[in-house]
T-cell receptor, first 113, second 116 residues
């Protein structure tokens, strides 16, 4: 069965620090990869997605992610975080038998002002 | 962007009662909707896939008689937790696939169920 691993459960950064959240998946075939963000009290929102083409994907709010096929990774990055980036971040891959997304456990990001 | 609305956002009920959660796609048609359950500090776990006009497909370990899913129209799916027990307390999230466009998934706000 496919799985998605997010290495960090909780990351605490100061404003302006750089961010990298790890994500690895276990599927060897063609994958579509996603990062979602869930701000406190809000629903999941799509940050960015990779379907094909340039492995460096740029998303909203200054986030980007790089798909490295050889490492089965899709790490999320942001050069300089803001307090408003405090949220939970979920990596996902579409690989379910029903076309559903399979999610990692999420990484909680806390940014100190 | 597309909007998926879930209702209610919070519900508290007594043990043994049934609770219905609605998931609506507000500005697009969704032939497929997914119901997820999120436990504290854990990932979203797929419970079932809801297809308009046909029976839902349940994931292994999910009781179909306990979690009734109905997808009667292209914009509405409902999840009914029957004879709820405290262990059913959780955060339930639906997502809908845009049938007409890229097939992108959009998520509802989630419904927090507390069973006393």
């Amino acid at each position: 069965a496919q799985s998605v691993s997010q290495h960090n459960h909780h990351v605490i950064l100061s404003e302006a620090a750089s961010l990298e959240l790890g994500c690895n998946y276990s599927y060897g075939g063609t994958v579509n990869l996603f990062w979602y963000v869930q701000y406190p009290g809000q629903h999941l929102q799509l940050l960015l997605k990779y379907f094909s083409g340039d492995p460096l994907v740029k998303g909203i709010k200054g986030f980007e992610a790089e798909f490295i096929k050889s490492k089965f990774s899709f790490n999320l990055r942001k050069p300089s975080v803001q307090w408003s980036d405090t949220a939970e971040y979920f990596c996902a891959v579409n690989g379910g038998s029903q076309g559903n997304l399979i999610f990692g456990k999420g990484t909680k990001l806390s940014v100190k002002p | 962007g597309a909007v998926v609305s879930q209702h209610p956002s919070r519900v508290i009920c007594k043990s043994g009662t049934s609770v219905k959660i609605e998931c609506r796609s507000l500005d697009f048609q969704a032939t497929t909707m997914f119901w997820y359950r999120q436990f504290p500090k854990q990932s979203l776990m797929l419970m079932a896939t809801s297809n308009e006009g046909s029976k839902a497909t349940y994931e292994q370990g999910v009781e179909k008689d306990k979690f009734l899913i109905n997808h009667a129209s292209l914009t509405l799916s409902t999840l009914t937790v029957t004879s709820a027990h405290p262990e059913d307390s959780s955060f339930y999230i639906c997502s809908a696939r845009d049938s007409s466009n890229t097939g992108e998934l959009f998520f509802g706000e989630g419904s927090r169920l507390t069973v006393l």
